[in-house]
């Protein structure tokens, strides 16, 4: 472990210049550039706003903001968002770069890193347009607010995890990335974003918290809506869930990284 972050540390450049890079790529050939980066998060957080809150008068139960269910939306397809990004570019990121795994003579472990760096960096951005809306519109939680920050630590530990453990599998096993794509879409339906977590039976609640993201995005939206600190003992197991992902990501690179480069 010492040994990947001292690697990481001496090639900090090179991660760092990717991540800039591969933004720059992104909206290079755009009229607009980077500012699509803000118009996109900004128009779906109108749009939900609009529908949710004006149109459907959609209301959260034990929720008195006309921005309740519009807030619950955002808080979870955002956070989501991050995970999904993370995890999907993850598992094929090996692939994608087999071509500099070949060529160049760096640590491998930095191409993980980059892909959350970058996922991590268009989540800031829109998080903060997200933010602002909360301000404006009288919703900001308050102190509760900084616990976003434990439960992004929680969700990117988990994320890394299951993207590199993912990742290494699908050099091998070309299967991995196809039918993670199609769990992915059942994943995200089995998890309280589109429909609140309240008016679920009681039978059916114990089922929805197998899912780790489960967990995390009702963190999330009991800070966001309403406004109180989450159940950080619900946290623990997707914690251990998240740092066992690691080690096991870990171990399948370290063993398979020679592999890997003869494989692709």
């Known amino acids: 472990m010492s040994a990947l972050l001292g690697a990481l540390i ?3 450049g090179f991660v760092f210049g990717s991540v800039k890079r591969e933004f720059q790529t992104r909206y290079r050939t755009s009229m607009l550039g980077a500012l699509w980066l803000i118009l996109q998060p900004l128009a779906m957080i109108v749009v939900y706003t609009v529908i949710f809150a004006e149109v459907m008068r959609s209301r959260m139960p034990g929720v008195e903001s006309t921005f309740g269910y519009s807030i619950y939306l955002c808080a979870g ?3 989501w968002g991050l995970f999904a990004e993370i995890v999907s570019r993850s598992q094929g990121v090996f692939i994608d770069n087999a071509n500099l795994m070949k060529k160049l003579s760096f640590p491998r472990i930095a191409l993980p890193v980059i892909v959350t760096m970058s996922a991590l960096m268009n989540f800031a951005i829109i998080f903060s347009l997200f933010t602002i809306f909360l301000l404006v519109t009288g919703n900001f939680p308050g102190l509760p607010f900084l616990g976003l920050i434990p439960l992004l630590l929680i969700q990117i530990l988990f994320s890394i995890g299951l993207g590199m453990t993912l990742g290494v599998l699908n050099v091998f096993f070309r299967d991995v990335g196809q039918f993670m794509t199609i769990f992915m879409q059942f994943w995200f339906w089995f998890t309280p974003i ?17 899912n780790p993201m489960a967990r995390l995005i009702l963190g999330y939206q009991t800070i966001l809506v309403d406004r109180k600190w989450p159940d950080w003992i619900s946290l623990a197991p997707v914690v251990v869930v998240g740092i066992l992902l690691c080690a096991l990501g870990l171990y399948l690179f370290r063993r398979h990284s020679a592999e890997m480069v003869d494989e692709l």
Not at 196 to 202: D, G, N, Q, S, T
Not at 203 to 208: D, E, F, G, S, T
């Open 10 to 12: 001496r090639y900090r």
């Open 77 to 79: 397809t955002l956070t």
């Open 194 to 210: 589109v429909y609140p977590w309240r008016i679920l039976p009681a039978a059916v609640k114990p089922l929805i918290k197998v």
